[in-house]
């Protein structure tokens, strides 16, 4: 099915998947988020919004393969108003770097160049070491800025990912549960929602690689 929208939302993948209904049309809506399983589509989060509360946030930070779907209610019966697949291309996607190596910096530069040019994003990098990567990769048609805090409920990306170490203890536990990040039908687990595997034995390259599934 060909994604469409039939109602006022935004969904953007900054910082993980977030859908904002301000519609009301339906005096409720159900959400639902699916992660792309090979050649399948699994559930792996849904939600009924009601007008208290019009907005989802599921905290998978990673990059993935996600579709959103969202149904309303007319005369009792569920209506499918708006289908959304995850889709970069021709968007605004922005990565940080989280690292004070600049040769790690350079490594994921350069994964970030075969990335932007694979999916044909426009993307830009956030990093401590700005000036010196738009000097080294001044025909990259990437755009290399410092460090900053990007509001996630105010930015113009369609996605951002944090590329870096993080922990991976504290994210797993509590409200997560049994040491692994796992949504409501027990898919795939992961180890933290920054991160889809343990990264201890990881070189640069597979990090970044691992965070934004490639």
């Known amino acids: 099915m060909t994604d469409f929208n039939n109602i006022g939302c935004t969904i953007n993948f900054v910082d993980g998947v977030f859908i904002n209904i301000w519609d009301t049309w339906s005096h409720r809506y159900l959400v639902e988020v699916y992660e792309n399983y090979g050649n399948d589509w699994a559930l792996v989060n849904n939600n009924i919004m009601s007008p208290q509360n019009w907005f989802v946030h599921l905290g998978k930070k990673f990059r993935n393969q996600w579709r959103v779907k ?26 940080t770097f989280d690292t004070d190596s600049y040769k790690e910096s350079c490594t994921w530069a350069e994964q970030s160049i075969d990335y932007r040019d694979k999916v044909r994003t426009n993307l830009t990098v956030y990093s401590k070491f700005s000036d010196r990567l ?17 509001d996630r409920l105010n ?4 996605s951002r990912f944090k590329i ?10 509590g409200e997560w549960g049994s040491g692994f990040l796992f949504c409501s039908n027990h898919t795939k687990p992961n180890v933290s929602s920054e991160h889809k595997n343990n990264w201890l034995p990881f070189n640069s390259k597979e990090l970044f690689n691992d965070i934004m599934n490639l």
């Open 70 to 95: 969202i149904w309303g209610w007319e005369n009792n019966y569920p209506v499918l108003v708006t289908q959304h697949t995850f889709n970069e291309a021709d968007k605004e996607v922005a990565l």
């Open 134 to 150: 738009s000097q080294q990769y001044v025909d990259s048609k990437i755009t290399f800025l410092p460090l900053t805090n990007i």
């Open 155 to 158: 930015t113009k990306y369609y």
């Open 164 to 173: 870096g170490r993080f922990n991976i203890k504290r994210e797993s536990l």
